[in-house]
């Protein structure tokens, strides 16, 4: 059983398009985010839910809406694509706030805007 | 605000051999410090952590780390590489008790182990 699935695992898309990025846990945790890994590795959180709830929004444009229908779900939402969103997007869990937890990440999804 | 780096973008190693790869960070709280590898193509998996206690911190797939609270450190060791450890690994922090959690990566370490 996956813990922490994302679906698609790649995504090709033309500039201006709206695109949707789903994720799923089952383990059970309360904590789930979004990260985003550039061209050279980097690594960076965008948003993180605790039990449904926002509790961090970076500096992210408003074209990306993060939506958790319940605690298992994080879906992050992409409004007219640019060029520079193209990264590869890391959803993870962790159980409650998770200061010293593992977070679970899933496998990914590579996002290509052409 | 926290803040990690990881002093070595690439670190080639023959198989076999032993390998660290260094990390640093910057925090004017105490922290919680993590090692993290990403196979390619793949997520991230844990390899260990340190919150307290011991400083030296055994994980996974023989790799241990060892805190230093003086020089601000969590370099991971492996005695012994093998083929299947080539990777990129990350050191990574996060605020104990802070309002919200998030994990502060650091850039990453390629390491190719080379037959």
């Known amino acids: 059983d996956t813990a922490v699935s994302q679906t698609p695992k790649y995504l090709v898309t033309q500039m201006g398009n709206d695109k949707s990025i789903k994720c799923e846990q089952n383990?059970?945790?309360?904590?789930m985010y979004w990260y985003k890994q550039d061209s050279k590795k980097f690594l960076k959180i965008m948003f993180s839910y605790n039990n449904k709830e926002l509790i961090i929004n970076e500096t992210v444009p408003n074209r990306f809406s993060p939506k958790s229908p319940d605690k298992a779900h994080l879906n992050l939402h992409i409004n007219s694509l640019e060029l520079g969103d193209s990264a590869v997007y890391f959803c993870?869990?962790?159980?409650?706030?998770?200061?010293?937890?593992?977070?679970?990440f899933g496998q990914g999804t590579r996002l290509t805007v052409v | 605000a926290q803040s990690v780096t990881q002093l070595d973008s690439q670190v080639p190693v023959f198989e076999e051999a032993p390998v660290e790869l260094r990390c640093n960070y910057s925090?004017?709280?105490?922290?919680?410090l993590f090692w993290y590898v990403q196979y390619p193509n793949q997520g991230l998996q844990l390899l260990l952590k340190y919150l307290s206690g011991s400083t030296l911190v055994k994980g996974i797939n023989g790799f241990e780390a060892e805190f230093n609270k003086s020089q601000t450190s969590f370099h991971l060791r492996k005695p012994s590489v093998h083929i299947s450890d080539t990777a990129e690994y990350f050191c990574?922090?996060?605020?104990?008790?802070?309002?919200?959690?998030?994990?502060?990566f650091g850039k990453g370490t390629k390491l190719s182990v080379i037959p």
């Open positions: 990574a922090v996060s605020v104990p008790g802070a309002g919200s959690y998030q994990l502060t």
């Open positions: 993870a869990s962790s159980q409650d706030k998770g200061w010293g937890t593992e977070a679970f």
């Open positions: 383990l059970g945790h309360d904590t």
């Open positions: 925090s004017s709280v105490s922290v919680y």
